[in-house]
């Protein structure tokens, strides 16, 4: 089985697993887009997010695809899969386990998945912004390279107004073998009063070659 074909797959199973698990305290959202100069040249993107809380726990899936051409060549097909879940010991403290996976078609040494757990920590908590920092430990591993690596993530929230929201997720991994791994996501967000979201995206990857797409996407939020 192709790793695309596998990617597929586990977005279905998990996406399955997601639906069984909904609960008055569940969110999500689906987002489709892309920027398109012309025929030859065009960028498409698209997202899927689910969380949800109960207690002190929680369970959070994110996966995103970017697909980009130039000049009628493919030069970005990419994929990212990641699974956390939390749980909050102390009011601003946590602990959690993540799973990550990561497919690029023209990454030398084939997919990157990663496994690890950590600590987090609640910067702010605020109406308008929310911010945490979380560190961990993972296991990576890829076609030619299986190691330890240090994970440093930071993502804040703020609320410019009552439909205007702008985020960013950065993550930082290193190891002794492997080429650091930074991506960092970036959008300033309109929500509709129907749950329709409008969204202006930046997504920067550096692994090791820089990557940097411009999006706008449109879809739906519950």
Known sequence: MSRVKKAVLFIIVVAALLLVSMNANAKGSAK????????????????????WEQDKWQQTFESDFQYKKEDDKETMNELFLNTKANYTFAPKHYAFGVAQYDYDKF???????????????????????????EFSIAQLNTDTISEMILRNSLWFSYKVSTNVNFTNKFLYEEGSQSDVFIRNETALNYNFKNGTVLSFNNTYTEDPVDNNVLSVTIGKKW
Do not use: H, M, P, Q
């Open 32 to 51: 489709i887009g892309g920027t398109f100069v012309n025929s030859d040249s065009a960028t498409v993107t698209g997202s899927f997010n689910y969380s």
């Open 107 to 133: 990454r030398a040494d084939g997919d990157r998945k990663v496994l690890g757990f950590g600590y987090g920590y609640k910067l702010l908590r605020t109406e308008k912004f929310k911010a945490s920092n």
